[in-house]
């Protein structure tokens, strides 16, 4: 069976998607290409749906190694749970009661500064947690990136699930009383940049966000926080750390892995609204996300280590698994792989071993969809079950490594929520439409500066209960 009449099947024998179509610009899809982006909906779906600690509801970090749950994979995982609903791979009441019980359990997780036992602090989540028990894993910091994963898929369910039932009348309260218990001006650590994380045992961790990476959404969130809000001022503080400049013939805001352009577009669109920072430089920053994908794209098909298979459609370097940490010869040149780690080519960070991960292209899909669907689609055709199977693209592929390749043998939670998130968002605007929904990210871009677009004549449409 040819991979295009697979791909037909599968749309034969799923429901179709129903919901209304987004605005912002689309290529032309054949009936084989609207199949494909289907089908890797399905799988991936499928992925968030099976893949999960049935004590807790919280999402493995990667499948099928098993080592602990990850808060930002749940925090993707709610999203795809509505994706699955509106594109009738499930019903909503099955989900309803799925994320009902998860919040139910994040709202319930002990709290408290002690070192072990605990699932979180000030309302903020540990990076990594122990599987059945739900507390911390090992020494993970509290990471304050994650927790704001975490709730940007939490704040999408509270935009949801809006209908007039105990289920989903529950969700919102629970939803809005994690939301306003996280402490974000306490993360500041009196500091103008918020800390990437804190240890019980050391305190806050030296490192802060700085430099545009895929903090934005975090910054908005603590903005628009009505119990612990961050100063104004920290997202003046944010943008002063940009660094702007050409790569490859695109000017931009750069950051080197491609997922810091996607995660908080994921959740907001910034599509035609503008901060001042963004107003002097005459884009928004979807434009910026999209000049960063093509420079990234570009700078693959340059390929100046001459690593195998580079091209126009196979491309794509973020932070993804490696084959191991090691050294290969390329072209006569010693390169140095690694195994997990923060790929990426931007101005001054140039990370690149060969090792390619579909998540760079399928995160992108809405800025680029050009170039970016192509790219997965030869991807699936050029390496077949080697990097596409039962749960849709494992996470990343090396050609140079062997005469053979390597091919990872894992999924990993949040590059497979970047992929069936963004499919979904280039193709309805179902994510994006919920966020400007809600009250607390409105309010968060509104007070960084944020204006024109669909920000502008908004009324507060949402009324949260917080008597939990």
């Not at 010693?334 to 960070?349: F, L, M, N, P």
């Not at 005469?403 to 929520?417: K, L, R, S, V």
Request: contains cysteine; charged residues 20%.
């Amino acid at each position: 069976m040819t991979i295009s009449i697979l791909i037909i099947l599968t749309a034969l024998f799923t429901p179709s998607c129903n919901s209304g179509k987004s605005s912002h610009e689309k290529i032309i899809e054949t009936t084989d290409t609207t199949a494909f982006l289907h089908d890797v909906k399905l799988r991936t779906f499928n992925y968030f749906w099976e893949v999960v600690d049935t004590i807790t509801w919280q999402h493995d970090d990667r499948h099928p190694t098993k080592n602990f749950t990850s808060i930002a994979a749940t925090g993707f995982a709610l999203p795809a749970y509505i994706i699955g609903i509106e594109n009738g791979f499930i019903d909503r009441e099955r989900v309803a009661d799925r994320v009902l019980r998860t919040l139910r359990w994040l709202w319930e997780s002990p709290q408290g500064a002690d070192a072990q036992g605990m699932t979180g602090y000030k309302g903020l989540f540990y990076h990594f947690l122990n599987y059945e028990s739900g507390t911390r894993y090992k020494d993970v910091e509290l990471s304050t990136i994650d927790s704001g994963l975490l709730f940007g898929g939490i704040l999408v369910c509270q935009s949801y699930f809006d209908d007039d039932n105990a289920v989903e009348e529950e969700i919102r309260q629970l939803a809005d009383s994690l939301f306003l218990r996280a402490e974000w001006d306490w993360a500041m650590n009196n500091q103008p940049n918020m800390s990437m994380g804190w240890k019980p045992e050391s305190g806050f961790i030296e490192s802060s966000w700085n430099g545009y990476n895929e903090a934005m959404m975090l910054l908005i969130m603590a903005l628009g926080s009505p119990t612990h809000p961050i100063e104004s001022s920290a997202w003046d503080d944010w943008c002063k750390t940009y660094e702007w400049c050409d790569f490859y013939g695109y000017e931009h805001v750069n950051f080197g892995p491609l997922f810091g352009h996607q995660y908080s577009h994921m959740f907001i669109d910034f599509k035609g609204i503008y901060d001042e920072y963004m107003r002097d430089k005459g884009i928004d920053y979807f434009e910026n996300s999209r000049r960063a994908t093509l420079s990234n794209r570009a700078y693959c098909i340059a390929n100046p280590k001459g690593f195998k298979d580079y091209g126009e459609d196979i491309w794509g370097l973020t932070a993804c698994d490696g084959p191991a940490y090691t050294t290969i010869m390329v072209g006569g040149e010693s390169v140095i792989i690694k195994e997990y780690h923060a790929r990426g080519a931007a101005c001054g960070y140039t990370e690149d071993d060969g090792t390619i991960a579909p998540t760079a292209a399928g995160g992108s899909i809405p800025f680029a969809p050009e170039h970016c669907i192509p790219a997965l689609i030869n991807m699936k055709e050029n390496y077949g079950e080697r990097i596409f199977a039962h749960y849709g693209f494992k996470d990343a592929f090396n050609p140079s490594f062997s005469e053979e390749g390597w091919f990872a043998p894992d999924y990993i939670g949040i590059d497979q929520g970047a992929i069936i998130i963004q499919i979904e968002n280039y193709q309805t605007g179902l994510i994006n439409n919920l966020m400007m929904k809600n009250k607390y990210i409105r309010d968060g871009l509104i007070k960084a500066g944020f204006r024109g677009g669909w920000l502008e004549g908004l009324q507060q449409t949402e009324s949260y209960n917080t008597n939990l």
